[in-house]
Structure formats: structure tokens, C-alpha cells
């Protein structure tokens, strides 16, 4: 039984180190100003991580495969998945949130039902191919609507900066992006 304990504590401390910092910035795809005060929380257990500062910024430790949801009043929600493997977290990623004309209600149950899927891969191009950096965004269909008429462009909601660091080269990443 101690055995058993231990194999446990074990494979228990192995998912906690290999938890990486993942830093997002939220900004309105309108004005490109950063958004205070959004929800962030587990779309799947409903708890809750943290809000974004005045800046739009947070920080989270990815631990798992969850699903984010990001949520503020009178804008449209996004669901947020990442995968990251070795991807360095001087990486801080941008996204954009669209205005709406209501305030959504957030089913209490998440379902890629009526909900569009957008794929973004990043890959480091100098440390190699094992660094890389999946997100998956799940938006409904009035709000990628809103997003075509605000922009007038193909649709690119996700991007990433990288915090400048006096000790190491600036990293370099190549964004794909499948054509819908």
C-alpha cells in the first residue's frame, strides 16, 4: 500500500513540474486598447483562475489539457485550449476579444456545439521541432461576425510577442493557421 503512495506522490510531482507559464494579454480587436477585469476560469471544473489587470494581462501555470473561458460583460466569450511542449515562456500571448451589444450567458456545461473552432500552431524555428505551441479557440458564429465586420480582414484573432529579455536573443516563431 505505501508502495502505491508513493508511485502516486511520484507521478504527482512529475505533471507539477512539467506545468509551464502560459502569459496572456487580452486586447479589443476595436481599438486595440488592453481589457481590464476579464473572467478567467476552467471551463471545464468552473473554477476560477484569475481575472486580467488593467493592462489585460494574466498569467496561469497550464498543468493539464483544459479548456479557458474568457468572459466579460458586453463582449463575446472565447473558450481558449492550449498544448504547450518546451515552449518558452518568454512568449506572452495576444488576444483579441470583440465588443457585443449584449451580455452573454455562458452555458454552465462546455460543448463545441455551435461554437466555431480556429487552430493556431506556433513553432519555434530556432530551437527545433519539439517546441511548439497549439491553441485552439471556440467562439460562436455572431461573434466571429462581429469580428468580419470590425476588421474588414481574413480572420487572425491570436498572436504571439515575445518579452524582451537583455540576456537572451529575441526567439523567433513561425504562426500556420489552416485557410476556412
Do not use: C
Not at 503512495?5 to 488592453?34: M, N, R
Not at 449584449?102 to 487552430?119: C, D, G, H, M, W
Amino acid at each position: 500500500m505505501k508502495s502505491l503512495a508513493a508511485s502516486i506522490l511520484l507521478l504527482l510531482s512529475a505533471w507539477y513540474l512539467q506545468a509551464q507559464t502560459i502569459h496572456v494579454i487580452l486586447i479589443d480587436g476595436t481599438t486595440e486598447k488592453p481589457i481590464p477585469a476579464v473572467k478567467i476560469k476552467s471551463a471545464h471544473d468552473h473554477d476560477l483562475i484569475t481575472f486580467s489587470n488593467d493592462t489585460g494581462y494574466f498569467a496561469f501555470n497550464l498543468k493539464h489539457d483544459d479548456t479557458i473561458l474568457l468572459q466579460k460583460d458586453y463582449y463575446y466569450p472565447i473558450y481558449m485550449r492550449l498544448g504547450v511542449h518546451h515552449f518558452d515562456s518568454t512568449h506572452v500571448i495576444r488576444i483579441q476579444l470583440f465588443p457585443s451589444q449584449t451580455i452573454y450567458k455562458v452555458p454552465n456545461k462546455f460543448s463545441t456545439k455551435n461554437l466555431q473552432a480556429f487552430e493556431y500552431h506556433f513553432t519555434h524555428d530556432e530551437i527545433g521541432n519539439d517546441s511548439n505551441a497549439e491553441i485552439t479557440l471556440f467562439q460562436t458564429k455572431d461573434a466571429l461576425q462581429a469580428q468580419q465586420v470590425w476588421t474588414g480582414k481574413p480572420l487572425r484573432i491570436v498572436s504571439i510577442d515575445v518579452f524582451p529579455h537583455p540576456s537572451k536573443p529575441k526567439n523567433h516563431y513561425i504562426l500556420s493557421q489552416p485557410e476556412y
